[in-house]
């Protein structure tokens, strides 16, 4: 049977109380029209109190070797993030990924944070935010340290936004040296509802098991849920941020604020 050219992109709801429920979607290939929904026994989080910034890594920043933004050029992000690697091979962010995210985008329910050198985009990564909650997707790095100067800046924009909970799927040796450790899912289910929840400790979201969603069984329940609540304030907080490094005299070089405000506490 061959595959469908162009399948719809995922119903935006629908991945939306995936990620309320601990899953994310994932392909076997750039072209593959079809997704498996992942839920890791053992997740990945970067503790927004445990960012591990480095002697060189500040001094990257405190040069503003790059410039940073967010969500100026949300596609050519996901772009670079699924273009073949050597060291990973086939990538898991097929075209239906890439398109279901960018109306994400649309929704203000996924960002990315850019990194530019001379006007050439040179590194970034993107993920999913909502509530207290950031679901770092992917990133990607042509110049040495332009994903790391992505992060820190996207740690400092979350703490700025007052989240709780960064997810990074995965564990990696690149994501455990900058301080990302692996808990259990159930650890990492406890703590996804605790950012789910107002300041009145009530809870914002409820919808299908990640056993149905799993199985398909979820879509019919996720058109009739309605997610109003808002996103999480990423951008705002990165303006934020520039606000502040304008009135701390760094307007010419606010990576002087992210790598003071993360030396600070690292």
């Known amino acids: 049977m061959k595959h469908q050219p162009n399948p719809s992109p995922i119903q935006p709801d629908m991945l939306m109380l995936a990620y309320r429920s601990g899953i994310f979607p994932m392909a076997d290939a750039r072209d593959d029209p079809d997704v498996f929904w992942v839920e890791p026994k053992a997740r990945a989080i970067l503790p927004l109190?445990?960012?591990?910034?480095?002697?060189?890594?500040?001094?990257?920043?405190?040069?503003?070797?790059?410039t940073v933004t967010c969500d100026t050029a949300f596609?050519?992000?996901?772009?670079?993030?699924?273009?073949p690697r050597k060291e990973e091979g086939e990538t898991w962010i097929s075209h239906r990924i890439a398109r279901t995210y960018s109306l994400?985008?649309?929704?203000?329910l996924a960002h990315s944070i850019e990194c530019w050198h001379h006007g050439q985009l040179v590194g970034g990564l993107y993920g999913v935010g909502f509530d207290r909650v950031f679901c770092g997707e992917s990133m990607f790095s042509?110049?040495?340290?332009?994903?790391?100067?992505?992060?820190?800046?996207?740690?400092?924009a979350l703490r700025e936004a007052r989240a709780e909970l960064l997810d990074c799927q995965f564990i990696t040796g690149h994501l455990a040296s900058l301080g990302a450790v692996e808990i259990p899912q159930a650890e990492y289910l406890r703590r996804l509802a605790k950012a789910q929840r107002d300041d009145r400790g009530e809870i914002l979201h409820s919808g299908p098991s990640g056993a149905a969603l799993a199985d398909g069984a979820g879509e019919g329940a996720a058109s009739a849920v309605a997610?109003?609540?808002?996103?999480?304030?990423?951008?705002?907080?990165?303006?934020?941020?520039?606000a502040r490094a304008k009135s701390a005299g760094f307007s010419s070089s606010?990576?002087?604020?992210?790598?003071?405000?993360?030396?600070?506490?690292s």
């Open 49 to 66: 109190d445990g960012f591990h910034c480095s002697k060189s890594l500040a001094r990257t920043l405190r040069r503003d070797t790059f």
């Open 75 to 83: 596609d050519r992000v996901i772009a670079a993030c699924a273009a």
């Open 104 to 108: 994400l985008h649309q929704r203000g």
């Open 142 to 156: 042509t110049m040495t340290d332009a994903s790391k100067v992505a992060l820190a800046w996207l740690v400092a």
């Open 227 to 242: 997610l109003a609540a808002p996103p999480l304030a990423l951008p705002a907080a990165f303006a934020a941020l520039l």
């Open 254 to 265: 606010p990576g002087k604020l992210i790598a003071q405000s993360l030396t600070q506490t």
